[in-house]
């Protein structure tokens, strides 16, 4: 590993002060919530920052409170397994606590915070074994003729790589709003913009600029009648990311569908939003049949690579099974 200078900022405005001059002083910088991704890239020289951000010594950014408006605003530095147990989001927002505690291991989610696994960089094989590839400084995606067993089958271009994190569809699915802070002041930016796809900058995969923080996230008032779930598919049972997931929030009135979110994960280089899905169950009771409908038209889109084709059929019957789980809760749960 490269020598470091490691900074412990006290708070937001401290952070930025200590990114600023480190920037000034022509130094390269890293910011770290709990470092269980950062700190192994930095072993492997994939990042080699002259100085890193600590997040964690900032009190107070790992909290859920009340949102101004209703909802609810969830510090960026909380951990997925603190977050997975507090209990609004259990009850209110279950496809979120689902998601958290469906990420690798105990140990892991008791050091990852929600902001650093919605920014972890992508674990294709090329980038994470250091070849120059789109993401690491190169022109070339390897996967697109190479070893694509996991990779994209939606989005995909001139990068092949899949959004790893498991709370992005979940954040997209609910809506949520992420709020940015850094050297010109904050910013509020939706769920579904923050992800950029690699049309964009195939370098990247969200919309950060260099030395920016994912400081908190809000989530807009759970609907009193919206019920979710995330099912996710892996290739072991445990330790590992999704091949295939779907986060899937519904809002059911006497058993008729007033609105849907349906957004996959595993699949796309962004979590991938199905608004053809969504607007076949506005409005419709679901049935077993309606799902299924909803499962061939998840799958209208897909271009597997030569290697991957197997997630098409998953994604058809993730998306069918797991709108039938939610609509199954929603009458369960009905007054
Ligand atoms: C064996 C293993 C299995 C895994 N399985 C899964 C899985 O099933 N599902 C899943 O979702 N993930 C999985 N992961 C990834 C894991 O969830 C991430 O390592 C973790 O969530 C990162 O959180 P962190 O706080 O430790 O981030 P860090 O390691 O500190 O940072 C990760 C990245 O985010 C950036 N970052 C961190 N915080 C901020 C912030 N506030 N603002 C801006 N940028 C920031 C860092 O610069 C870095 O690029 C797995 C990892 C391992 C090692």
């Not at 190169?138 to 989005?155: D, K, L, P, R």
């Given at each position: 590993m490269k020598a470091f200078t490691n900074t412990n900022p006290?708070?937001?405005?401290?952070?930025?002060?200590?990114?600023?001059?480190?920037?000034?002083a022509g130094r390269s910088l890293a910011i770290a919530g709990g470092g269980s991704d950062l700190l192994g890239m930095m072993k492997e020289r994939l990042v080699t920052p002259d100085v890193l951000v600590s997040l964690r010594s900032i009190k107070g950014l790992d909290q859920v409170k009340a949102a101004p408006g209703g909802g609810v605003t969830i510090g960026g530095l909380i951990t997925l397994d603190a977050l997975s147990k507090v209990a609004i989001i259990r009850e209110r927002y279950a496809v979120l606590a689902e998601a958290a505690e469906s990420v690798a291991t105990p140990q892991i989610r008791n050091a990852a915070t929600l902001a650093g696994n919605v920014c972890q960089r992508p674990w294709c094989w090329?980038?994470?074994?250091?070849?120059?590839?789109?993401?690491?400084?190169?022109?070339?995606?390897?996967?697109?003729?190479?070893?694509?067993?996991?990779?994209?089958?939606?989005?995909?271009?001139?990068?092949?790589?899949?959004?790893?994190?498991?709370?992005?569809?979940?954040?997209v699915a609910l809506d949520a709003t992420f709020r940015i802070v850094g050297q010109t002041g904050d910013r509020m930016v939706p769920a579904a913009e923050f992800f950029a796809p690699p049309t964009v900058d195939a370098s990247r995969e969200n919309v950060l600029k260099d030395g920016e923080i994912l400081a908190s996230i809000t989530l807009p008032p759970a609907r009193k009648l919206g019920r979710s779930t995330y099912h996710k598919i892996m290739d072991r049972e445990a330790w590992t990311h999704a091949i295939v997931s779907a986060a899937v929030v519904l809002d059911i009135d006497k058993g008729v569908c007033q609105r849907a979110r349906v957004v996959l994960g595993g699949v796309a280089p962004i979590p991938w939003r199905l608004p053809e899905v969504e607007k076949l169950l506005a409005g419709q009771r679901i049935t077993?049949?309606?799902?299924?409908?909803?499962?061939?038209?998840?799958?209208?889109?897909?271009?597997?690579?030569?290697?991957?084709?197997?997630?098409?059929?998953?994604?058809?019957?993730?998306?069918?099974?797991?709108?039938?789980?939610?609509?199954d809760r929603g009458l369960r749960n009905a007054d």
């Open positions: 006290r708070d937001l405005a401290h952070a930025v002060t200590l990114i600023r001059d480190a920037r000034q090329y980038y994470r074994n250091g070849f120059t590839c789109l993401k690491n400084g190169g022109t070339t995606c390897y996967s697109i003729t190479g070893e694509n067993e996991f990779h994209a089958i939606f989005g995909g271009g001139p990068s092949y790589i899949v959004h790893p994190s498991d709370t992005a569809p979940a954040l077993p049949e309606l799902a299924a409908k909803a499962g061939d038209a998840a799958i209208a889109g897909a271009r597997p690579l030569a290697k991957n084709g197997y997630k098409v059929p998953m994604v058809r019957a993730m998306v069918a099974r797991t709108i039938a789980d939610v609509a």
